[in-house]
């Protein structure tokens, strides 16, 4: 399976789960929140920097737990077969979500999750007036809790790739982990550099008009990729 498994098909599943709009729609409200909260604009970028690197760190983390556990545990086969079968069922739903966007079943962050997003939210507020030296500390909180509340929206590209990587060696799959995490935050860099230079307004209705999109593109790639996995193996 690892002889299949190409760079190319890593590169395309992290980019189909980095323009999720789960993660872009977090990112923005965050990103226009930190603007009000650090008056420099350089720290919001500092900020905004150590948020992405806390999400790349832990999203990482996760890759590594479960592609280790698939070796340790001796079921990456069950495992490949689980991650297929999500991949599918995920990628109907969001093709679903194309024609009809938040009717049904749909994938989406843990319920009330968003409260506990604006609370941590309002904590970097106090801690920037009362604390500023730490005030960056729950920058990385926040990458960290996003990361496990956004995976039912997220996680079906990644598992999809884990359930390819346990087929082969494990130490080719490390590398290809790193790689699939740094596609990942690539547009999120974006994202803050469109920021840091003013050109926030219209980013949040941008992302709105063109969520139903977002979501076909990576429901149809979740389709194709499930299908290949079980195509691979047959």
Known sequence: MVEQLTV???IAAALADSIN???????????????????????????????????????????????????????????????????????????????????GLSLQIIPGAGQRIRHHAQTLKKMETQH???????????GVFVVFVELPCTGAPYLAILGLLSQGAYATGIPLLLLYNLIFIL????????????????????????RGVMRLV???????LGMYMIWAVT
């Not at 990628?91 to 009717?103: Q, T």
């Not at 500023?132 to 926040?142: E, F, G, K, R, T």
């Open 187 to 210: 547009p999120l860099f974006v994202i803050i550099c469109i920021v840091y230079m003013g050109y926030s307004k219209g980013l949040e209705h941008w992302r709105k008009e063109h």
């Open 218 to 224: 990576i429901g149809l790639f979740l389709l194709a």
């Open 132 to 142: 500023p030296a730490l005030s960056l500390l729950v920058a990385v909180v926040l």
């Open 8 to 10: 190319g098909i890593v």
């Open 21 to 103: 709009p789960c993660v872009f729609g977090v990112l923005i409200f965050l990103l226009a929140y930190m603007t009000r909260v650090f008056k420099n604009r350089a720290r919001m970028l500092v900020a905004g920097i150590i948020y992405i690197a806390s999400v790349y760190i832990t999203y990482f983390l996760i890759g590594v737990g479960i592609f280790t556990l698939a070796y340790t545990a001796q079921f990456a086969k069950p495992f490949y077969w689980f991650a297929a079968f999500v991949a599918i069922g995920a990628g109907l739903l969001e093709i679903k979500d194309y024609f009809w966007y938040g009717k």
